[in-house]
């Protein structure tokens, strides 16, 4: 089965820490990971009951690290866009149908939880692979924090072991680089860039690509920017070269 990571993203109240570690170990998960928490004191031990195994190991640590070691970031959000044409919280699933996106992979995936006051920001939700949200009551959708963790632990517990491994971080970055490289060669206008890129974000995230699968995307887009210009692949092959290498 994937690799499974709760992350709490600034929770405010150690005492929904303690009640997501528990419900968390309920369903089999005890991968915990806390940005920028509030402190946990007896409240969050005397919440997480017999899961004090799973807050005492709860790794803390930046919304960098985890964007830079996971194949993929779910952003859970109560807030959805109206339209596909404001790509930033579109297209979202379920719970139930984020474990038939994830089920038959082997990865490390990160589902990030807000904060209980106003949840994910833009830049969080933009740079997630895939938004999820559990449906509600029109007249009181708001879920407290343990309680959302709980439905989406429900929903992907038991989970068997994945089939095929996915690109990693980097190689999906370096992806990514070359699409809007790509963009450039091709005079994609610079005021739709960023939406463009965060669609591109979501297909991706959707389509589970392989280590394969993102090298062939990687030789499309070169053999179509050596139709474009043949002078501009060549120098874009040398860029793209020398920067695998300073990062390797």
């Not at 170990?25 to 940005?35: C, D, E, S, Y």
């Not at 919304?63 to 044409?85: L, P, Q, W």
């Not at 939406?195 to 699968?213: K, P, Q, S, Y």
Request: aromatic letters at 8%.
């Amino acid at each position: 089965m994937p690799e499974i990571d709760i992350v709490l993203v600034a929770p405010l109240y150690d005492g929904n820490v303690g009640f997501a570690a528990r419900v968390m170990k309920n369903f089999g998960f005890t991968r915990m990971v806390l940005i920028d928490p509030c402190e946990l004191g007896n409240e969050a031990k005397a919440r997480a009951s017999h899961a004090q195994d799973v807050l005492l190991a709860a790794e803390r640590c930046t919304m960098e690290d985890v964007f830079a070691r996971s194949n993929i970031v779910v952003a859970t959000t109560g807030e959805v866009s109206k339209s596909v044409c404001t790509p930033m919280r579109m297209p979202f699933c379920t719970p139930r149908e984020l474990r038939e996106h994830i089920m038959a992979l082997d990865g490390r995936i990160s589902i990030l939880f807000g904060r209980e006051n106003w949840g994910l920001n833009n830049e969080e939700v933009k740079k997630s692979d895939i938004i999820c949200t559990i449906p509600t009551a029109e007249e009181y959708p708001i879920l407290n924090l343990s309680h959302a963790v709980g439905v989406v632990c429900y929903e992907l517990a038991n989970l068997k072991r994945g089939t095929y491994s996915l690109a990693s971080p980097f190689e999906m970055g370096y992806l990514y680089r070359h699409i809007d490289r790509f963009l450039d060669a091709v005079d994609h206008p610079r005021f739709k860039r960023e939406n463009t890129m965060v669609m591109m974000r979501r297909i991706f995230g959707r389509a589970n690509l392989t280590t394969r699968e993102a090298s062939t995307l990687h030789g499309l887009l070169r053999r179509t920017e050596g139709k474009i210009d043949p002078e501009l692949l060549d120098r874009k092959k040398f860029r793209m070269d020398d920067e695998s290498a300073k990062e390797e």
